[in-house]
């Protein structure tokens, strides 16, 4: 009941920005919270950052913080992952997922909708 797609990922020297967007539709408002995880090659999904849809709580990976910004415009429903700073062990496959039930889920398991992924590569 939840769609998700996600745009924004590409090629980036390290040091650089990326600006990832995930624009959801269907029954959005069943959302309680929104996340973003990684995926690289021959590893397993990691988590990396989410969002209560009421914005009133927000957690980030230690790998991360301080680097990234997850945000959320509930109005575009749309949720958004600011990456500065990015180091070549950034390089992953990033999805955003959609957990209806949980407004603090930082689990693969707790999310029941996720999107197809986009391709970032933090390379010289």
């Known amino acids: 009941q939840v769609q998700l797609v996600e745009s924004g990922g590409g090629s980036v020297q390290p040091g650089g920005s990326l600006r990832l967007s995930c624009a959801a539709s269907?029954?959005?408002?069943?959302?309680?919270?929104m996340g973003w995880f990684r995926q690289a090659p021959g590893k397993e999904r990691e988590f990396v950052a989410a969002?209560?849809?009421?914005?009133?709580?927000?957690s980030y990976s230690d790998s991360v913080k301080g680097r990234f910004t997850i945000s959320r415009d509930n109005a575009k429903n749309t949720v958004y992952l600011q990456m500065n700073s990015l180091k070549p062990e950034d390089t992953a496959v990033y999805y955003c997922?959609?957990?209806?039930?949980?407004?603090?889920?930082?689990?693969?398991?707790?999310?029941?909708?996720w999107g197809q992924g986009t391709q970032v590569t933090v390379s010289s």
């Open positions: 997922a959609a957990s209806s039930q949980f407004t603090t889920a930082t689990m693969p398991s707790m999310y029941d909708y």
């Open positions: 269907g029954r959005t408002s069943s959302s309680q919270a």
């Open positions: 969002k209560s849809r009421s914005g009133a709580t927000t």
